[in-house]
């Protein structure tokens, strides 16, 4: 197919559409993937947002476009938009990426099933339930600290970290969905906390930070209010960056594991290395930025992975 034909992404910002009105001049939708930023300027592509008013009238003319990337990536808050896409999209020629159904089944639960006895791989239990109706969350939880969230939260929006899971029921907010899950402390031997993020971009896995910090909730945040004031932490990274191989092979075979068994085209993996060599899941879903922090000075060393991820994109959409 001709690569002089534009590009489709699709955005959008949720089931609620005032949040999508008050988004559309932006070059990010909430709810959507920031990748898209990482194509050259030449590269042509339309962007179309879209709300669940949009599939009430006739489909939109899709035949123009040679490849079309669903950049909408929250299965919780756009689960009826995506619903939707995935049936406009069911009789379309073009290759789609991310399909919506895939997206629908990267919800934090039904990772943790899908990813769950990879070798190497330790997967915390993590259950949903509504309000009340928790007996069986409680069964499967009993006896160990529990980390609640609402559903469809992302960037360490957490309810809390509770001991056990009957006080947790105490931070339930409303009669919608949350989600309990295992916590498994992850500290190193130096009493820090260490996360990574790596991309899957079609077959390529690129490494897109180590985060430390000295609290166990390990967001952006941290590399400015934690990570710039120590050197140490900051050559810490920059070696993993520098490095050839800054995993060892049985640790790539449980991305490669991972990579098997995701259903998207794209995605981030969150995960902790142990003391014991595993890798503990965090999350694995295409909802994770990407962008943010690349460019900061001190930290110069991200931006190896700016080319490298541009690269496996143009790639994905058949512009390499």
């Given at each position: 197919m001709p690569t002089n034909r534009p590009l489709l992404f699709i955005f959008g910002a949720g089931d609620n559409s005032d949040k999508v009105r008050r988004a559309r001049s932006r070059t990010l939708v909430s709810g959507s993937?920031?990748?898209?930023?990482?194509?050259p300027d030449e590269v042509v592509r339309h962007r179309l947002v879209v709300t669940l008013d949009s599939f009430?009238?006739?489909?939109?003319?899709?035949?123009?476009?040679?490849?079309?990337?669903?950049?909408?990536?929250?299965?919780?808050?756009s689960a009826?938009?995506?619903?939707?896409?995935?049936?406009?999209?069911?009789?379309?020629?073009?290759?789609?990426?991310?399909?919506?159904?895939?997206?629908?089944?990267?919800?934090?639960?039904?990772?943790?099933?899908?990813?769950?006895?990879?070798?190497?791989?330790?997967?915390?239990?993590?259950?949903?339930?509504?309000?009340?109706?928790?007996?069986?969350?409680?069964?499967?939880l009993a006896g160990g600290p529990v980390i609640l969230r609402r559903a469809?939260?992302?960037g360490g929006n957490i309810v809390g970290l509770f001991g056990s899971f009957g006080p947790a029921l105490e931070g339930l907010e409303g009669d919608r969905d949350h989600l309990a899950t295992e916590f498994v402390d992850y500290r190193s031997p130096d009493g820090l906390y260490r996360k990574f993020r790596i991309f899957f971009i079609g077959p390529h896995r690129i490494l897109r930070h180590m985060?430390?910090?000295?609290?166990?909730i390990v967001h952006g945040a941290a590399r400015t209010k934690f990570m710039a004031a120590?050197?140490?932490?900051?050559?810490?990274?920059?070696?993993?960056?520098?490095?050839?191989n800054p995993f060892p092979p049985e640790i790539c075979a449980t991305f490669d594991a991972v990579r098997e068994r995701m259903p998207?085209?794209?995605?981030?993996?969150d995960f902790a290395l142990t003391t014991s060599g595993r890798v503990l899941l965090f999350e694995a879903n295409?909802?994770?930025?990407?962008?943010?922090?690349?460019?900061?000075?001190?930290f110069e060393h991200l931006r190896r992975s700016y080319p490298l991820a541009r690269a496996a994109f143009m790639e994905l959409l058949g512009n390499s």
């Open positions: 993937t920031d990748l898209g930023r990482l194509l009430s009238g006739p489909p939109p003319d899709l035949d123009g476009y040679r490849v079309i990337a669903n950049m909408i990536t929250e299965p919780e808050d009826a938009l995506l619903e939707n896409l995935d049936k406009m999209l069911s009789g379309v020629s073009q290759r789609v990426i991310n399909p919506p159904a895939a997206v629908l089944r990267s919800t934090r639960d039904q990772v943790a099933g899908l990813l769950e006895g990879i070798e190497g791989l330790i997967v915390p239990r993590t259950v949903r339930f509504r309000g009340c109706e928790c007996d069986e969350a409680a069964r499967i469809g939260t992302h985060l430390i910090s000295d609290g166990w120590r050197p140490e932490l900051i050559a810490e990274e920059r070696a993993i960056f520098e490095s050839q998207l085209d794209f995605f981030g993996l295409a909802t994770m930025s990407f962008m943010p922090n690349l460019f900061i000075e001190k």
